[in-house]
C-alpha cells in the first residue's frame, strides 16, 4: 500500500533524502533518545511555557525564551544542518560546528517558499532554536549527571541583500549535536516529511520512525502516544485527531490503525528498506524492552538493540535459539563492563 498525497504540502522543490538526528543520541551512546521525548512546541502560537516531562527515569526540561520555545518546524533548519555535515562525512570531507549556508538552499531543501516573508520566518526561527534550553539527567558510566545546552550555540547573518534579506547565515552547532554526526547517528527521514501540514502529524511521524525501526510494527496506547508526542491537548482530542490521520492515510512510510484497547499500530508501508547489521534476527518483544529498561535505567533500548545487533552480526551471526534471552544477557553484560 502506498500513501495518498491528498493533504499533504505541494513539493515545492524536487530533492534528495535527507537525514535527521537522534536529538540526545548526539551526547555519547548512553544518553538519551532524541525523538522519544518532546521538545519542540507542537503550537502554532509563541510557547513560552517551560516543559517539564518524565519518561522512564529520565527527567527532561525545556525552556523557552521569550520569544517562544522552538517548533517543530523550526526543527527544518537542524535537520538541513545534519543532512549536509552527514553528506560531507560520506565524503570524507573535514567537518566542523560550525557552517556557513545559503538561506535560498535551506528554504528549498525543506520544502519552504522563497518570497521575502520566508526569509523573515527563518530568522525568526534561528532565534527560537537559540534562546531555547535544555536541561536533563543523563546517566554517564553508571552515574547519573545534569547537563544543560541549547539547540544551536550561535548564528549570525553574513550577508545581506541591499532590501535586507539574508544571503548567507552562519550557525555554530552544539557539541553534542555535532558529536552525532560524527558518529553517524541518524536516522533516514522521508523527504515527504517536509510536506507535512501539521505538527503533530510531523511529530507522529517521527515517533514511527524512531519506534517501528527495522520491525514491521509499532503498537502503543494512546495515552502513552500522547504523553510522548507532547501535546498539550487533552487525551480526547488527542485520540480524535489521531483518529484523522488513521482516517486520512498520508502520514509517510507508515500506516495508522486505532485497534481495541485504545491502542495505535503503526506498521511500515510496502518500501525497500535497506538491511541493517543483525537483520537476520527476529524481533524482540515489547516485553523484553521493558526488561532491559529495568536492567539499564536510562538508557536508550533501542541503540542498545541496534548495538546487539551489531555486534551479533560482527562476531559470526551464530545461531540464536532465544532473541530476548540472548539480548537481555548482551545487555546485563554490558552493564557491568
Known amino acids: 500500500m502506498s500513501s495518498t498525497t491528498e493533504g499533504l504540502l505541494p513539493d515545492r522543490h524536487p530533492t534528495g533524502d535527507f537525514f535527521v538526528c537522534d536529538i540526545f543520541d548526539a551526547a555519547p551512546k548512553d544518553d538519551m533518545a532524541s525523538m522519544e ?39 527544518d533548519i537542524l535537520i538541513y544542518c545534519i543532512s549536509q555535515l552527514m553528506a560531507a562525512v560520506n565524503a570524507g570531507r573535514a567537518v566542523s560546528r ?4 545559503r538561506a ?32 536533563t539527567n543523563i546517566a554517564t558510566g553508571g552515574e547519573e549527571t545534569t547537563r544543560g545546552f541549547g539547540l544551536i550555540e550561535t548564528w549570525e547573518i553574513v550577508r545581506k541583500t541591499r532590501g535586507g534579506r539574508m544571503v548567507s547565515v552562519r550557525v555554530v ?8 554526526v560524527l558518529a553517524k547517528s541518524v536516522l533516514t527521514l522521508s523527504r515527504d516529511y517536509f510536506r507535512l501540514r501539521k505538527p503533530l502529524e510531523r511529530r507522529i ?3 514511527a520512525r524512531k519506534h517501528c525501526g527495522r520491525q514491521t510494527s509499532w503498537r502503543v496506547s494512546v ?4 504523553k510522548k508526542a507532547g501535546s498539550a491537548a487533552p487525551v480526547r482530542v488527542f485520540r480524535a485527531a489521531i483518529r484523522k490521520m488513521v482516517a486520512e492515510d498520508h502520514l509517510p512510510d507508515y500506516a495508522l490503525e486505532e485497534v481495541e484497547g485504545d491502542m495505535v499500530v503503526f506498521s511500515r508501508r510496502d518500501v525497500v528498506v535497506e538491511e541493517a547489521p543483525g537483520a537476520g534476527l527476529p524481533p524482540l518483544s515489547s516485553e523484553t524492552l521493558e526488561a532491559a529498561r529495568a536492567l539499564r535505567p536510562g ?13 551479533w552480526a560482527r562476531t559470526g551471526k551464530a545461531p540464536v535459539r532465544n532473541a530476548d534471552n ?3 544477557g548482551f545487555v546485563a553484560g554490558s552493564g557491568s563492563a
Open 104 to 135: 535560498h538552499d535551506l528554504l528549498v531543501a525543506t520544502n519552504r517558499d522563497t518570497s521575502g516573508d520566508a526569509y523573515a520566518r527563518l530568522k525568526e526561527a534561528f532565534e527560537r532554536l537559540a534562546g531555547t534550553r535544555i536541561t
Open 299 to 311: 538508557v536508550d533500548v533501542y541503540a542498545l538493540e541496534a548495538d546487539w545487533r551489531a555486534w
Open 205 to 207: 511521524y517521527e515517533l
Open 37 to 75: 521525548h518532546p521538545i519542540f512546541s507542537l503550537s502554532t502560537r509563541p510557547d513560552t511555557r517551560v516543559l517539564r516531562y518524565a519518561h522512564n527515569g529520565m527527567s527532561v526540561e525545556v525552556t523557552p525564551s521569550v520569544k517562544g520555545r522552538a517548533t517543530i518546524h523550526d526543527k
Open 173 to 180: 552547532l552544539s557539541d553534542w549535536l555535532y558529536r552525532a
Open 223 to 226: 495515552a502513552v502516544l500522547h
Open 98 to 101: 560550525q557552517l556557513t549556508l
Open 326 to 328: 540472548a539480548f537481555l
